[in-house]
């Protein structure tokens, strides 16, 4: 069974930096896409990042520069490095794993399991 737990959210001031981790069991882990998703209440899900399972990365426009997603495959954890937060980072973070290579339908990745999140809020 695919279980995903994230941590390491917290409330941190604008221009400040979290390293989000999402420990992954059940399965093998380097053979899973991975991505880190972000929700805040009354907008869609969003997708932050995703990375493969040969460590080839992307992200959504807003984070370029600032967030890097990273992956070790010993010890089966997902990582979000985030720095110079914004205001509109605060969300609740998801990390999703999906097996085999990444894939979109449509123009959307998908990806069948899912952690219970973990909150960054960010003040001024």
């Known amino acids: 069974q695919v279980q995903l737990v994230e941590s390491g959210g917290d409330s941190v001031q604008a221009g400040g930096s979290l390293r989000l981790s999402c420990a992954a069991a059940g399965y093998i882990y380097s053979g899973y896409c991975m991505g880190w998703f972000r929700e805040v209440p009354g907008k869609e899900r969003e997708g932050v990042a995703i990375?493969?399972?040969?460590?080839?990365?992307s992200y959504r426009d807003s984070v370029k520069g600032r967030f890097t997603i990273s992956r070790d495959n010993v010890n089966n954890t997902l990582y979000l490095q985030m720095n110079n937060l914004k205001s509109e980072d605060a969300a609740m973070y998801y990390c999703a794993a999906e097996k085999g290579a990444c894939r979109k339908e449509g123009s959307e990745y998908v990806f069948t399991y899912w952690g219970q999140g973990t909150r960054v809020t960010i003040s001024s």
């Open positions: 990375i493969d399972s040969g460590g080839i990365a």
